[in-house]
């Protein structure tokens, strides 16, 4: 009778241990499950902030981008070690309870821990100190110069030419004035002095304008474009009796506005073409030194993104 005693308990706790046997796997399972979700979204996220950075996508790293994947990927990583300090905690608490082998759990896992994160950090480091000596080439005084000496150049040409438009427009707003009684007897005969003059300048355009841009008249000449329209702003800036300049922006021609002095109302509106292949070329040469400003500014974030994903 007393064996049969002994053997309930026992069978109880055998059976109590099988069944809990499962549970147990499927708890460690849970438990282990955010860890592989958190290892792979890190390296997908890695691999694409790497193709982002060095230009492989369609998608510009600007500094917005460049942020952006910092963010994503310093989640991933912060993500990653409050894992590892759950299961930290979890070994630190097993220990104190006095579990079998806690200070041996304790040991390998600081030991790989110590395998996995020095490595990483290393290779995170000399990959920044190396992005660093490169970028000191592209951001060295020479460079520099070089890029800001391109566009002085281009904006030289551009300078001396509008120069040279002020001075012609003047003496054409000078030559007009003077024949301010032609104006007023014979606006056909008036028309034949600025056509002489328009052509003897080599202007592409010239015309007579109001204040508020309408054309009075227009001078013919062997221009095979409209001309356009006075941009908004010129001609207040014309009221003073000032030369207001028109640079080129999209297109290759150059403009002047002065007012004239002896026929009230009135405004000579001038254009010239420049050569087209140095208006392209400064455009390019702009569009590169902002661009190359903007990786200057942007260094240091640049170097946070490539070093992130080797974490």
Known sequence: ???????????????????????????????????????????????????????????????????????????????????????VHRIVMARR???????????????????????????????????????????????????????????????????????????MAYDLDASRTLYGLDRTGFLDLMNKEAVGRSLAHAALIRSDGSFVMSAKTDADFAMPEPPEGAMSGAADGRPVLIEPKTRNIMGAIVKLREIEGLYLYTIRLVDPEVIKARQIVRSNSDEYRGLEDSRRTSQVAFALPYL
């Open 1 to 87: 009778m007393a064996l049969d005693g002994d053997m309930a308990p026992r069978a109880s706790r055998l059976s109590e241990t099988l069944f809990s046997e499962p549970r147990t796997r499927d708890g460690r399972r849970l438990l282990a499950l955010p860890g592989v979700v958190a290892i792979a979204g890190a390296l997908v996220t890695a691999a694409i902030s790497f193709a982002i950075l060095v230009g492989a996508t369609p998608i510009t790293p600007d500094e917005r981008t460049t942020l952006a994947l910092i963010a994503v990927n310093a989640a991933f990583i912060l993500f990653l070690i409050a894992l590892v300090g759950r299961e």
């Open 97 to 171: 309870r006095g579990k079998a082998a806690s200070r041996l759990h304790v040991r390998i896992v600081a030991m790989f821990a110590l395998v996995a994160a020095i490595p990483a950090i290393m290779v995170a480091i000399i990959a920044s100190i190396t992005l660093d000596i490169g970028l000191d080439r592209w951001f060295e005084i020479r460079t520099k110069t070089i890029v800001n000496s391109s566009l002085s150049i281009a904006d030289a040409y551009v300078q001396e030419n509008a120069r040279n438009l002020q001075g012609t427009t003047l003496s």
